[in-house]
């Protein structure tokens, strides 16, 4: 899909600026300009998207649907069943993100939402699949819904609400007025469409510091940090190897298709597969670039219980995997 802004990011470092391609400014600078472009492309699409979602979709019913009755834990596997659908990495997910947020969606399901999210999609399935084989696949997969709802839950009951920013405190007082208006006049989508369309640049707008700062941080981990560093500190003779590879992965910043060939190399250098999963599911799950954009939607101490919540279901899931394969 995005073979073009390779090409593109290819021809821009390694002939216009002669930068070379083994070099490592070269990888980090092809990273940056490649997920730069990338996300800014999928953010401005993804917030157009949920702008006609949440002008034309009965936002309010669905909340009353998922808030009103018993749903043992139905609500957070049906959020993260659907962030499993959705071929995103951590960042680009941020828009859909405040999108149910917005729209009323409880804080908890939408971060369930937002943690499996990059964790698994299609293209993990496929790769994993590949590199380690049905079993180990079907267990990353459900592992991965079943993380995302606990953390989620557990983030839920933890009511985090006033800790979110005035920023989206005051995009969902302009959501409610937006809504109410729209509302009475019944405005068609050609109508709606400009304020659609100026809110989403407004988002983009808002955001967009922060996403340029997070991937310049991952393009200098992703360029200057060598493989070799890791399995330095993850061996299997380490019982503290699966927490160092979740704190050791949480400042890169990629997603599952980039990291998963790391991840084979690891394995095959003898780090156990738990530990591997888990360093995978820290870089995809969690990373600085991911809680650069988040600050923007989280305070500081919410974006703490955020990265600690899941960092602690990840270590969790990473001795179970060693445990289990």
Known sequence: ????????????????????????????????????????ILLMFI?????IINSYFPIEKVRNFLTKR???GL??????????ITPFCSCSSVPLFIGFVKGGIPLGVTLAFLISSPLVDAVTVAMFIGMFGWKTTLIYVVSGIILSMVA??????????????DWVKELLKDKKMADKEQDEMHLSIYQRFPAIIK???GIVKGVSLYIIG???????????IPTGFFEAYISKENPFAVPIAVLVGVPMYSNTAAILPIMQVLVSKGIPLGTAIA????VVGLSIPEGLLLKKVMSTKMLLIFFAVVATCIIISGYLFNIIL
Do not use: C, R
């Open 1 to 40: 899909m995005f073979d073009w802004l390779q090409h593109f990011a290819d021809w821009l470092i390694y002939t216009v600026l002669g930068i070379s391609a083994q070099s490592h400014l070269g990888e980090a600078l092809n990273f940056f300009v490649l997920d730069t472009i990338k996300i800014f």
């Open 47 to 51: 917030t157009l998207l949920m702008g």
């Open 70 to 72: 018993k749903w043992y």
């Open 75 to 84: 609500d957070y596997f049906v959020a993260s069943l659907f962030g499993t």
């Open 152 to 165: 989620g839950f557990i983030l839920g009951k933890m009511k985090l609400e006033p800790l979110m920013t």
């Open 199 to 201: 809110e989403s640049i």
């Open 214 to 224: 997070g991937i310049a941080i991952g393009g200098l981990m992703h360029g200057f």
């Open 279 to 282: 360093f995978s599911m820290a």
